[in-house]
């Protein structure tokens, strides 16, 4: 059992990084995407508006990173419900956006910065922190159907529950027998 049990534990934290791995690797794309576009908009079309330059390019992001997320790197672990599933990730990346356009925002604005490159890096950093937030939100909260559809990790949850309380229930009686007399009140033997 407790062999089963650590094969098991093997595979998700194996299946945890895998998602790390995919999840950064959309999250590449995803970066230089968001900030090719913004470096775009803020010295062209939209260089008086720099943190709506942040909320474009980071919707286009976005829009690439539900794509690659739900068919590649949380394709198991996709909803049933798909609405719902766009709902939290659209949530969840509304979020990450207010949280890098206010990184730009504090630097434009509170700190007076106006070299784009500068703002370039407010909007990087912004865009790193939301990137945390957002894998932990997708993991958890987005992405969150049971892994009991992977055939790997087909009836982990009955494992981890059921067996294990079985196999306490129907072990100790086999291997503890119980006695009656002095033993079975817990006095020893002499």
């Not at 709902?87 to 509170?110: E, Q």
Request: charged content about 20%.
């Amino acid at each position: 059992m407790n062999r089963t049990i650590s094969e098991r534990i093997s595979g998700l934290v194996s299946l945890f990084w895998r998602e790390v791995a995919k999840f950064g690797t959309v999250g590449g794309i995803a970066f230089i995407l968001d900030n090719g576009v913004y470096w775009w908009l803020i010295n062209g079309p939209m260089d008086d508006s720099v943190v709506k330059a942040r909320f474009v390019s980071a919707s286009v992001a976005t829009l690439f990173s539900w794509v690659a997320n739900r068919y590649w790197t949380f394709r198991h672990r996709r909803q049933a419900n798909a609405l719902r599933e766009l709902v939290l990730f659209i949530v969840i990346n509304v979020i990450g956006m207010v949280i890098s356009a206010g990184c730009v925002w504090i630097a434009r604005y509170p700190l007076e910065i106006t070299e784009p490159t500068m703002l370039l890096f407010a909007g990087i950093f912004g865009t790193v922190l939301a990137t945390v937030m957002r894998f932990f939100a997708y993991r958890f909260l987005v992405f969150n159907a049971e892994l009991d559809a992977e055939p790997e990790f087909a009836d982990d949850r009955e494992i981890f529950e059921s067996h294990h309380g079985q196999h306490v229930a129907t072990k100790l009686p086999a291997e503890a027998p119980e006695v009656d007399g002095p033993q079975a009140s817990g006095t020893p033997r002499s």
